[in-house]
């Protein structure tokens, strides 16, 4: 006989069905999740994406998947095609916090 044939010989048979209901206990124990509202965040001095302005994040989305498909970009090395340019032009010009 084999080890696999003798490990199993001693595990006790699985009865279809007697499984289900420990796991159906367990799942009825769990806290269930809800939706919260997200918290504010406290103003700070510190100015960055979290507290950054609308226009700010639309320039900064817009140049980063461009860049991020496009294969005539190479951002590490300052190399852009002309969209690509444009898009860096507006991100760095597009102010990052909204002066009152």
Known sequence: MSLLADLLNHMPPNVAGAGKSSVAKRAQDRPLLVLVEPAQLPSSPYTNAANAT?????????????????????????????????????YDNTPMEAHP
């Open 54 to 90: 609308p226009e700010w994040r639309q320039a900064r989305d817009r140049y980063i998947n461009h860049v991020m498909t496009c294969r005539g970009c190479y951002a590490p090395g300052g190399r852009h095609c002309v969209t690509g340019a444009e898009l860096r032009a507006t």
